[in-house]
């Protein structure tokens, strides 16, 4: 169990850092931003932001919410920098990008799924070359052509 509690967190922690670093660009002296935190909890429950009060929507897992930020890094980040004047403050990003990732999240999830389907047939499947061990070449016609005969 406390594996994997670890896990979780170490996916967590992952997602965390990678939204930090690479989409809103904040260094290690900034501080993570609460606000941001409750909008990927909401995410990850399919919700607007995380409310423990609503039922779940959704049930996405932290790798599949950090392969969909890796799929829209470039659209999310030059959006923010071609109108950074736009942008008032902190929360109006992160409602912004949280804006950007919902609707394909459904798509990467679906590409994950897929994924794993394609990977355990591929696992499972099993290759028998046993039965063709005694095969081997044979000549289909006996025939020798004039121009060989000449030859040998």
Request: with cysteine.
């Amino acid at each position: 169990m406390r594996n994997i509690k670890n896990k979780e967190n170490k996916q967590w922690n992952e997602l965390c850092e990678y939204v930090k670093k690479e989409i809103l660009e904040y260094d290690d002296n900034m501080k993570f931003p609460k606000y941001l935190a409750l909008k990927l909890q909401g995410i990850k429950r399919g919700e607007h932001i995380a409310n423990n009060n609503h039922t779940e929507n959704a049930n996405y897992d932290d790798y599949t919410i950090l392969c969909t930020f890796k799929l829209c890094k470039r659209k999310i980040v030059t959006y923010l920098r071609e109108n950074e004047r736009k942008i008032h403050d902190e929360t109006h990003r992160i409602n912004l990008i949280i804006k950007m990732i919902e609707p394909e999240i459904n798509d990467v999830y679906l590409r994950i799924q897929r994924a794993k389907k394609s990977k355990s047939k591929v696992e499972h499947q099993t290759f028998d070359n046993q039965s063709n061990r005694n095969a081997g070449y044979v000549k289909k016609t006996k025939e020798i052509n004039e121009k060989m005969k000449k030859l040998f």
